[in-house]
Each structure stands twice: as C-alpha cells, then as structure tokens.
C-alpha cells in the first residue's frame, strides 16, 4: 500500500498510536453501512435514504497496522 508522508499530526485509527507529522502513514478506506439500524430496531418514521447506502470512511493506519492488514 501507498504510504503518505504526513503533512500534520495523525492518529492511526487502528491502534491509536500518534502518527507526527513528517512520519509515514496509509490511507485506506472502509465500506460500512450508514445504518446499523436492525429491521426491527429501525426508526418507524422517516427513514432518509441515505441511511441505506454505503458510505466510504477514511482510515488512517500507521505504517505497521497497514502490514499487519
Ligand atoms: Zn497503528
């Protein structure tokens, strides 16, 4: 995977090591569900659609959680 030089501070999102600026960092992403809503545990009113679509987050890892993955 790519790895970034960090242009500021970052936390890795995996194992929440700081990551200072200047150090290499990766950038992924993570498809998830805007919703974890069950069927039965969903709001009876509006629901907005996009509740239902998957959203990309960013993730940022440090360099050592991006080789374990
Ligand atoms: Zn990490």
Do not use: F
């Not at 009113?45 to 990309?56: D, F, G, L, Q, S």
């Amino acid at each position: 995977m790519k790895q970034i030089t960090a242009r500021r501070a970052y936390t890795c999102d995996s194992c929440k090591t700081q990551i200072d600026k200047g150090q290499k960092y990766v950038r992924t992403s993570v498809g998830v569900k805007a919703t974890s809503w069950t069927v039965d545990d969903r709001p009876k009113h509006e629901i907005p659609a996009w509740a239902w679509e998957t959203v990309r987050l960013p993730v940022i890892n440090c360099v050592t959680c991006s080789e374990v993955s």
